[in-house]
C-alpha cells in the first residue's frame, strides 16, 4: 500500500532520473532575457551614436558654415606684398603663398591666404583681402612706393565669415623676415568692407 509521503519521492526520483524536464523551464525563461537585454544594448548604441553624429554634425557647421560677423581690420597698403604664410594644407580651395618655409606656391590672389589682425588681436587668414573694392581704392590711393613705417595705417570694416581653420601655418610680416612659430589659424572670407582711414 502506497503512503502519501511516496508520491514525493517518486516525483524527486523521476526527476534525478531525467534532469532535462526540470532544466528545460529555466532555459526558456533565460532565453527571452537575454533576448531582451541584447535588444536593449543595441537601441543604447544606436541612440549614443546617433548623438555622436549629431553632435559633430553640430560642431562642423558652427565653424564651417558659419554667419558673417564684423571685424575691423588693421592695415596698410603695404601689406598686399609683404605678409604671406607657410602651411602644406589647403582649405576650401585657399592656401598660403609657401607650401614651405622656402617654396613659394604660385596662384591667383583671390585664393592665397594671407594673415591679418582685427583691432582686438585676433589674427584670421583672408584669401584676397586687397581685391576688396573698398580696400583696393585705399590701396591705390596711397600705392606701397615708400617704406612701411611711412605708410598711413587704416582700418577696414569687414563682414568676416569663418570658413575653418588651418594647422601648423607660419607666418611673416614683411618681405624677407622670419616664419614664425607653427600656429592653428582660423580661414575667413570678407566682404562688405567700409575704409576708416
Known sequence: MESEHDEPKQTEEVRKENPETTAAPQKDLASPRRGKFFLVMVVAAIVVLGAYLTWQ?????????????????????ADRTD??????????????GFSNETKPWETDERAKLKPYYTLDRHLYLIPGLFLEPAILN????ELPNKPREQLKRFTAHCQIRVVGKLTGVRTHWAAGSAWSNPEDIEVGTISDCKIEG
Open 138 to 141: 585705399r590701396y591705390q590711393a
Open 83 to 96: 605678409l604671406d604664410c607657410v602651411a602644406s594644407k589647403t582649405i576650401q580651395g585657399f592656401h598660403c
Open 57 to 77: 554634425r553640430s560642431r562642423a557647421t558652427s565653424v564651417a558654415g558659419s554667419r558673417p560677423t564684423p571685424a575691423d581690420i588693421t592695415l596698410v597698403t
